[in-house]
């Protein structure tokens, strides 16, 4: 429980300090909180990948003032398509060899295209808004690389230094 408290911390740093870079638009964001997900996942599996997304996303919108708020729903629903999309391939994937990065970046997909369902089905009910999909899923690509490398960087380093969960 401990390691997860401190996942979910790191988790939950990661999306503030975030929130503070200049990014392009303020709908995109780099999806660095979700290199604890992929640390849960791969060393502590599913469940706990599932809890940290869960409760990083709880505790970052609390923190951010966006709980219960348009925000915190669309976070949401895109955290859960994107835990699930990481369980999958990663249960999945140990046979097909996915790495850490095309895990992160079908995360990323999972996470702006759940958003845009969201969105068209809540706000916006216009078919021309999907036109945008593509430009937020090229930001998906590349902040899922991002990721995907730092995650893999990071859990190389602790399995190379035997820390144990």
């Given at each position: ?16 300090l975030e929130a503070l ?54 976070s949401l629903a895109g ?87």
């Amino acid at each position: 429980m401990a390691i997860i408290a401190l996942l979910v911390g790191l988790g939950v740093v990661l999306h503030r300090l975030e929130a503070l870079l200049p990014l392009p638009t303020p709908w995109v964001k780099l999806g660095l909180a979700n290199i604890m997900t992929l640390i849960a996942l791969v060393f502590l599996g599913f469940r706990a990948a599932l809890e940290v997304t869960l409760l990083r996303i709880l505790l970052g919108s609390v923190l951010g003032g966006t709980f219960l708020s348009p925000t915190f729903f669309l976070s949401l629903a895109g955290g859960l398509a994107s835990v699930g999309i990481m369980g999958l391939l990663y249960r999945e994937g140990r046979h097909r060899a996915f790495s850490l990065v095309g895990i992160s970046v079908a995360a990323a997909y999972a996470h702006t295209t759940a958003i845009f369902v969201c969105v068209f089905f809540l706000f916006i009910h216009q078919n021309v808004f999907f036109n945008l999909l593509p430009v937020f899923l090229t930001f998906s690509l590349i902040s899922g690389i991002l990721t995907g490398l730092l995650a893999n960087s990071i859990t190389q380093h602790l399995a190379n230094e035997k820390i144990s969960f």
